[in-house]
């Protein structure tokens, strides 16, 4: 796959009425066949770059359906700006947020591809979609085509009049690129724009919401806004801070579970760290691992309190309670044993029980869980075909390893 590096070279082809055609008469993208689909497009007459940039843009939409269906097969993407793109499901959530606070019209300051602009418009909602990259315009150009009501401005997100909008949705860049690649940043200071810009608009009264990546520490949430993580099936994609109108009164931090048989919501009014002390118990009965965005929101603890369970150690996120309950806010297991941490101990185990199948989980435990299935299951003899879940903690200054099984 190209370097984002030639990203505007890759594209240019593509903002032609031949490469706009050629790539949309391909079909679905397989990597096994773009060898012959290079061969024969070049045979047919096309540009050894049209033909680069027609296949790299085919694998991207391919690698885009993911976070945005059938709308990928006609929108184009760069590699960076899909990795950063928002999914369409939460992009929609984002959008419901300025609708019901009754704000009209959103600038979008760091659109990147234009999907939260995309899921604004489709509510009706009139959008200046604004972006600094050039070639990551052009690509929110083409996305946005279909929205009458969206119109993309190439500018820097700081410098963009606010005239006339009553909202605003930001989606600060958070790597820096360089001739080596693209790097992560860390510090909200470091951000395009910076957190600090966010909060000056949020202190003009003005409706803001900002998406920024999940880890973000609870020690950089600024007061008074809402802080809600977001997982979609499993991986936890974002926190979302929302200021003045965009924030509910009554919360404080809120995780969303969202999943393909609904939706789910954990939320606190209180703010990190203030709410009540979790209560501690032993590690029987049946073990809850709570989903990344509660974990990510310190909602541990609620969580406990709602299963009527308690937390097997004060530092570690693992929920234990005598009964099984539904949750869509963590994954449950049955504890069938739990014995002291020693790999000598776990090596005999697994040839006694003839395990050939171990899945490890480990939190608090400094160990590699790849490295360990390796060790435990050497010498195993063929055909062992038992399976088998550790889960591996502490407690206090104790390693243990639980033998689980999924409930």
């Known amino acids: ?189 470091e951000f395009s724009p910076p957190l600090s810009f966010v909060e000056g608009l949020a202190r003009r009264g003005l409706p803001v919401g900002v998406k920024l990546g999940p880890g973000l520490p609870h020690e950089s949430v600024p007061a008074g806004c809402e802080a809600q993580w977001v997982s979609v099936q499993g991986d936890v994609a974002e926190v979302a801070l929302y200021f003045n109108a965009l924030k509910r009164p009554t919360v404080r931090r809120a995780a969303l579970v969202l999943a393909s048989d609904g939706a789910a919501e954990l939320v606190a009014e209180t703010d990190f760290g203030a709410g009540a002390e979790p209560r501690i118990g032993p590690l029987e009965g049946f073990l809850y691992e709570p989903d990344g965005a509660v974990i990510r929101a310190g909602l541990v603890a609620e969580l406990a309190e709602r299963l009527g369970g308690t937390l097997v150690d004060p530092h570690i996120a693992y929920i234990c309670a005598p009964q099984l309950v539904q949750t869509p806010f963590a994954k449950a297991y049955r504890v069938l044993e739990v014995r002291p941490y020693n790999v000598k101990a776990l090596r005999a185990w697994v040839r006694e029980e003839g395990i050939g199948v171990l899945d490890i989980k480990k939190r608090g435990a400094a160990v590699t869980p790849e490295e360990l299935r390796r060790v435990l299951l050497a010498g195993q003899r063929k055909g062992a075909t038992g399976k088998a879940t550790l889960v591996l903690t502490r407690i206090g200054d104790d390693r243990v390893a639980a033998v689980v099984e999924p409930a």
């Open 1 to 189: 796959m190209p370097d984002d590096r030639h990203a505007p070279d890759q594209l240019a082809p593509l903002l032609t009425p031949e490469g706009w055609a050629l790539l949309n008469s391909l079909g679905p993208y397989r990597e096994e066949d773009a060898l012959a689909i290079s061969g024969r497009l070049r045979k047919a007459g096309h540009s050894p770059e049209l033909v680069s940039a027609v296949l790299s843009q085919s694998r991207l939409r391919a690698r885009a359906a993911a976070k945005f269906g059938e709308f990928a097969s006609s929108m184009l993407f760069t590699r960076a700006g899909l990795e950063q793109a928002t999914r369409l499901s939460v992009a929609a959530r984002h959008a419901r947020r300025f609708v019901d606070a009754g704000v009209r019209r959103v600038a979008d300051l760091g659109c990147g591809l234009g999907a939260d602009a995309m899921a604004m418009a489709s509510l009706d909602l009139e959008v200046t979609a604004v972006e600094l990259d050039e070639t990551t315009a052009a690509c929110a150009t083409m996305n946005l085509m279909p929205f009458p009501q969206a119109r993309v401005v190439h500018a820097d997100a700081q410098s963009v009049d606010l005239a006339g909008v009553d909202g605003v949705w930001l989606d600060p860049a958070r790597r820096s690129t360089s001739a080596s690649g693209t790097t992560r940043l860390w510090d909200p200071e």
